[in-house]
Nanobody
Framework: QVQLVESGGGSVQAGGSLRLSCARA????????MGWFRQAPGKEREFVAA????????GYADSVKGRFTISRDRAKNTVYLQMNSLKPEDTAVYYC????????????????WGQGTQVTVSS
């Protein structure tokens, strides 16, 4: 497992933007695929976006395509989720995740999770 620390959550009005960050405590995770998931109250955790180790392959849930962008800065050992045109239905706890295999992220079974950061979008 790797230790992941998210930041950047908060409250925003509909149509606004937020950028989430995820860093690994202590060591690089340059060889890991990374992803973001979210869990709204009363709902199951769902896949949001993922990126492979090099940054050359990304994937998104249909609900966020065209609005969210996942990226990674290998020099800063950080993964980002830029969220634009936010909607009230984007309100959730957002979790960063990591695994050596991108496929594990796509099926929602990564080996490591962060503690989560709250995103609240008001109408």
């Amino acid at each position: 497992q790797v230790q992941l620390v998210e930041s950047g959550g908060g409250s925003v009005q509909a149509g606004g933007s937020l950028r989430l960050s995820c860093a690994r405590a202590g060591r690089t995770f340059s060889s890991y695929a990374m992803g973001w998931f979210r869990q709204a109250p009363g709902k199951e955790r769902e896949f949001v976006a993922a990126i492979n180790w090099s940054g050359g392959n990304t994937g998104y849930a249909d609900s966020v395509k065209g609005r969210f962008t996942i990226s990674r800065d290998r020099a800063k050992n950080t993964v980002y989720l830029q969220m634009n045109s936010l909607k009230p239905e984007d309100t959730a706890v957002y979790y960063c995740a990591a695994d050596l295999l991108l496929s594990k992220l796509r099926v929602g079974s990564p080996g490591s999770w962060g503690q989560g950061t709250q995103v609240t979008v008001s109408s």
